[in-house]
């Protein structure tokens, strides 16, 4: 079965710096997507950034981005220019390419940002 | 509508209540999910539809659990005699099913249930 592992329940930043948030992985399979996720606190879950297993390039979309390792099966998210609207818990989630399209998600990590 | 939409947001039951829970998914959204999230925890599969299909119900955690899609658009989760460790938020996501982004979930708001 897939796990996702967050290691940081918790996290914060000062408003303008950059933070970086960690993620591993277990699966056997050689395809997938990752996902970020972010639930602020009215809770609804917002798609942040997502990488295909296939692609090397990591995804990047404005002030986020990922280092993706797939042979460490490490998925790290960094947001630049940390903005107070950046507080939220941030889910970090797996999914098979082919097959069963549930998302497996880590237990999340609390991002604090400090003005 | 624009977003998932989910019903009620909230629900209060007693122990031993049956309750049904609603999702409406973005239109033409061809895949539906649900999940369940315990306080401070993340959200954890329960069942998933294609159309009115149900492909997936391996993460429904007791026969209590019961799911359908029946027209491939609404769906309702329905619990039977509630008990307290069902007390979580259940959140519906839906997704297109097909193209480069088939694999892309858009969540609702979530429903909060106590059981008390």
């Known amino acids: 079965a897939q796990t996702v592992t967050q290691s940081q329940p918790e996290m914060s930043v000062q408003e303008a710096e950059t933070v970086t948030l960690s993620c591993t992985y277990d699966?056997?399979?050689?395809?997938?997507?990752l996902f970020w996720y972010k639930q602020p606190p009215s809770r609804q879950m917002i798609l942040v950034i997502r990488?295909?297993?296939?692609?090397?390039q990591n995804a990047t979309e404005n002030r986020f981005s990922v280092n993706f390792q797939k042979a460490a099966k490490s998925f790290s998210l960094k947001i630049s220019d940390s903005q107070l609207g950046d507080a939220a818990m941030y889910f970090c989630?797996?999914?098979?390419?082919?097959?069963?399209?549930?998302?497996?998600f880590g237990k999340g990590t609390k991002l604090t940002v400090n003005p | 509508g624009a977003g998932v939409s989910q019903s009620p947001r909230y629900k209060v039951a007693k122990r031993g209540q049956d309750v049904a829970l609603r999702c409406d998914p973005i239109?033409?959204?061809?895949?539906l999910f649900w999940y369940q999230q315990a306080l401070g925890q993340g959200p954890e599969f329960l069942t998933y539809?294609?159309?009115?299909?149900?492909?997936?119900k391996s993460g429904l955690p007791s026969d209590r659990f019961f799911a359908e899609r029946p027209e491939g658009s609404v769906s309702t989760l329905k619990i039977q005699r509630t008990q307290q460790e069902d007390s979580a938020v259940y959140l519906c996501?839906?997704?297109?099913?097909?193209?480069?982004?088939?694999?892309?979930?858009?969540f609702g708001p979530g429903t909060r249930l106590t059981v008390l």
């Open positions: 996501a839906s997704g297109k099913g097909w193209g480069r982004a088939r694999n892309e979930q858009f």
């Open positions: 539809f294609q159309n009115e299909a149900q492909l997936d």
């Open positions: 699966t056997s399979e050689s395809d997938y997507y």
């Open positions: 990488q295909e297993a296939y692609k090397q």
């Open positions: 989630a797996y999914c098979k390419r082919v097959g069963s399209e549930k998302l497996v």
């Open positions: 239109s033409g959204h061809v895949s």
